[in-house]
């Protein structure tokens, strides 16, 4: 189905944890830091490096080295330097530590253990950060995100400051509660390694300023946005004490807890972004020590990387595999001059593209609509538009068995739990289910006016729902394929040509509506949400869930905390001149995201919103058909709660959809 140029529609699965604890000063209150988990392997490498505020060197800081917790989501760092080794000294609550010099260096002699995955990162308090006198900042609190000890070596440097802060807690915001709290579950070990590894994406291990583009050379980092950041920062860490004004100033504006130090502002700013952007922006000094730097304050501070992806691609749809892999089909044909091949692309976690420069093209990809992770969690499924269904190995080759003719048109799949795909035919207003290995298990199921179907998703029960575009409605079929919504299917809760539908822990089926009037061709109100009951009656208060900005959505997507994202598209679609965004509403159908959405000056018509296991969200960016512009992928950083991927996985034994992993 098409609006101005385009519409696709599938599920994927998003996340945003709302709110942070205000964080206690570390020599007051880490009671809880000493964990029982004893690190195993042999002894680490010796580090050395240095410690700035600003361009000052900081003398007198404590120097620790944690491992991030494995117990839960924001459980206790451990401290991993050895308190009985000579050189070592140790604090109030039994952490050992070195101090820095007067130049602001430190090294770490190899008295610690940890194991090739544990996640690693040095943590900075206190200290004078250049001041005449006798200076103890207990404001500064500076960390930099090292990551698996297996990568540290005998010539690692560690440079700690302002920038490597604002890295590190904005790719691990959902992860922490303060400085000595990073950690997550067992069951999510891949989701906080990857987490590790963006922060050095933006800012490398031995670097004084933020990358201007990705280690693997495709990605555009937020330079400007990061250093604004940190000049706010270095406000409060350049004076002399915790109680200063700019201290002051640069904790009020944070977010509405105020914290005890850097971290915990970084945090803050991290989790609430749009909470007050002019303020912090107003915070760095005259002469700011990191540039370039932002020149006017931006309608949120969320950091957004972009990849490109070669050629003048056309991103649509998403798909998040199990290692955090990102996929995404290339509708490079529709673009003018109309001679490049389609295909699908695959990034890692940090945007390097694993898919050649020209794409996966096996089983004749051509018009790719929906893709979805098999049950193995590296394949993918692909509906091509002309009428087939394509199922690849996680290398790109065709898998025995396919491609397998798929009815009119299929545009949305989902992947069960048994290792089937159920597709929508767009144009034959119909869904099929093909099994794993290529057979057709069941055609032609439709039901009275259901029309023009679009995404599909699936709950932990098996049953199967079809935003039925054309008839403003939702189709609910049992696991055995039998229609289980009488007449259209379900109505109400203020479905309008829904595309996207996704389903919560609840098994509430979610919705987003494009409003588009296929009597006029246009869209008829700002896009919104509709969520139903699994029988289909409309949810309490939920007519239609305002996005809180206007633009046609295609996707959405449920995270970890409950919450619903979509990506609105704005001048490409209904003009005008509000900018694309991306936002998320609660589970109650609050906007939680800032006013305007989540904004970013590389979102051009976004099409399509995943969430990986990390919680950065990723953005499609198709840059609209008939031109030349080629499309990108923005990946958001941290900003929402973490999930299982890929989603049939979180389908599979406990009921993860919908719930942080």
């Not at 979805?372 to 993918?380: N, Y």
């Amino acid at each position: 189905m098409r609006l101005s140029y385009r519409i696709p529609s599938l599920l994927s699965l998003l996340a945003i944890a709302a709110g942070a604890a205000a964080l206690s000063s570390l020599t007051g209150c880490s009671a809880g830091l000493l964990s029982t988990a004893s690190p195993v392997a042999g002894a680490g490498m010796s580090l050395s490096g240095s410690v700035h505020g600003g361009q000052q060197p900081v003398s007198g800081a404590n120097i620790y080295l944690m491992a991030a917790g494995t117990t839960g989501y924001g459980a206790a760092s451990i401290s991993l330097l050895n308190p009985a080794s000579n050189g070592v000294l140790v604090d109030g609550n039994g952490r050992g530590y070195v101090t820095t010099d007067a130049g602001g260096r430190w090294t770490i002699t190899g008295d610690y253990t940890c194991s090739a995955n544990d996640q690693l990162y040095v943590l900075v308090t206190g200290g004078n950060p250049g001041l005449s006198g006798t200076v103890n900042n207990t404001a500064i609190a500076m960390i930099n995100a090292l990551g698996s000890c297996s990568s540290i070596s005998a010539s690692t440097f560690v440079i700690v400051n302002e920038i490597t802060t604002v890295a590190a807690v904005t790719a691990l915001q959902q992860f922490m509660t303060d400085a000595t709290h990073v950690g997550s579950t067992s069951t999510n070990a891949k989701g906080i390694q990857n987490a590790f590894l963006t922060a050095k994406n933006m800012v490398g291990t031995a670097e004084t300023v933020a990358w201007s583009k990705t280690p693997a050379g495709n990605g555009t980092v937020p330079q400007t946005t990061i250093h604004t950041l940190g000049n706010a920062l270095a406000a409060c860490i350049n004076t002399s004490s915790n109680g200063s004004v700019t201290c002051g100033s640069l904790y009020a504006a944070s977010g509405p807890t105020l914290p005890t130090d850097t971290v915990g502002a970084m945090l803050n700013i991290a989790l609430n972004p749009g909470y007050r952007p002019t303020t912090i922006f107003n915070l760095a000094s005259s002469s700011p020590p990191f540039l370039p730097a932002l020149s006017a304050a931006p309608k949120d501070f969320s950091l957004g990387v972009t990849y490109a992806l070669g050629g003048t691609p056309e991103p649509g749809f998403l798909a998040i595999d199990v290692d955090g892999n990102v996929w995404a089909t290339n509708r490079a044909s529709e673009k003018s001059p109309y001679t490049a091949s389609d295909s699908i692309v695959e990034l890692s976690p940090v945007g390097a593209v694993l898919s050649g420069a020209n794409g996966y093209t096996a089983g004749g990809i051509y018009l790719p609509e929906g893709i979805a992770i098999d049950l193995d969690g590296h394949s993918l499924w692909v509906a091509n538009s002309p009428g087939s269904v394509v199922k690849l190995t996680s290398s790109g080759a065709l898998v025995n068995g396919f491609p397998v003719s798929a009815g009119n048109y299929p545009q949305g799949i989902a992947i069960d739990t048994g290792g089937n795909a159920w597709v929508s035919n767009s144009q034959g207003n119909d869904v099929m289910e093909i099994s794993g290995a290529g057979a057709v298990v069941k055609s032609g199921i439709t039901a009275p006016n259901f029309s023009a179907p679009q995404g599909v998703a699936i709950d932990y029960n098996g049953n199967i729902y079809i935003a039925s575009q054309g008839a403003s409605s939702v189709m609910k079929l049992s696991a055995a394929g039998t229609v289980l919504s009488s007449g259209a299917g379900f109505t109400g809760a203020g479905l309008n040509a829904p595309s996207g539908v996704a389903v919560d822990n609840s098994a509430r089926i979610w919705a987003v509506n494009t409003q588009f009037s296929f009597t006029t061709g246009q869209q008829t109100a700002p896009a919104s949400f509709s969520v139903l009951k699994n029988t289909g009656a409309a949810v309490t208060g939920s007519s239609g869930y305002g996005s809180g900005a206007a633009g046609v959505a295609n996707i959405v997507a449920i995270d970890g905390a409950g919450s619903a994202w979509t990506a609105l598209c704005t001048t490409k679609c209904v003009g005008g001149s509000v900018p694309n965004a991306v936002v998320e509403v609660s589970a109650a159908g609050t906007v939680l995201s800032p006013a305007s959405g989540f904004t970013n000056v590389a979102f051009d018509a976004p099409q399509a919103v995943a969430v990986d296991a990390s919680g950065n969200v990723w953005v499609a960016n198709s840059a609209g058909q008939a031109n030349g512009t080629a499309g990108s992928i923005t990946q958001l950083v941290g900003v929402a709660a973490p999930v299982k991927t890929p989603l049939v996985n979180a389908l599979s034994g406990l009921n993860l959809v919908g719930i942080r992993p």
